[in-house]
């Protein structure tokens, strides 16, 4: 086994999970959220597998891969004053993905394209063709909760989007 130097260590570049960006290409959110901004958390569904379980004849069990499950990303955003993300959401599923409660649009109508980049310490876009920045076609999933309090915090918050495609795979 190759013994590992305290030196070797403190010469890695060590990945960072706080160099987030974001930014939605079309029907985007009024400025100060039209161009790149940050997020506090991001969390990308990857990859997903599910599982089968199978027992053979000896009373064994053991899994084996069975499908996909839908991937998810779920964000926690910081508003403005103006709640202008907030309003945005809200117009987004409303009035676009369900017309004032008319009708539900189609998965093309209700997509957007939200592009994920992933920066080191300095604010360079990370060189990773698989991780530097990804596109998905999202649109939000569940409940968009206002939560209002007495305290000075920032105003968060979190928004779970179902991802229908990753750019160059989107078939809406």
């Known amino acids: 086994m190759a013994k590992v130097t305290i030196n070797q260590v403190r010469s890695v570049e ?17 400025s100060p959220f039209d161009e790149w901004f940050p997020a506090i958390d991001v ?3 990857i990859a997903s597998l ?11 069990s053991y899994e084996i891969p069975m499908g996909t499950s839908p991937r998810t990303l779920r964000i926690t955003f910081i508003d403005d004053a103006k709640h202008t993300l907030l309003s945005w959401m809200e117009e987004w599923v409303n009035s676009v993905v369900l017309n004032k409660r008319d009708h539900v649009s189609t ?5 957007r394209t939200v592009m994920v980049r992933r920066t080191t310490g300095n604010g360079e876009t990370i060189e990773n ?17 206002y939560t209002g309090n007495s305290s000075s915090d920032l105003l968060t918050y979190s928004v779970t989007f179902a991802i229908a495609g990753v750019s160059g795979e989107f078939s809406g």
């Open 14 to 30: 060590w990945g960072k999970s706080y160099n987030w960006d974001l930014r939605f290409t079309e029907d985007q959110p009024d």
């Open 43 to 45: 969390e990308e569904g």
């Open 50 to 60: 599910e599982t089968f379980m199978v027992s053979d004849a000896f009373l064994s």
């Open 107 to 111: 998965l093309e109508k209700s997509v």
């Open 129 to 145: 063709k698989r991780i530097g920045i990804r596109s998905y076609y999202v649109f939000p999933k569940d409940t968009i909760s």
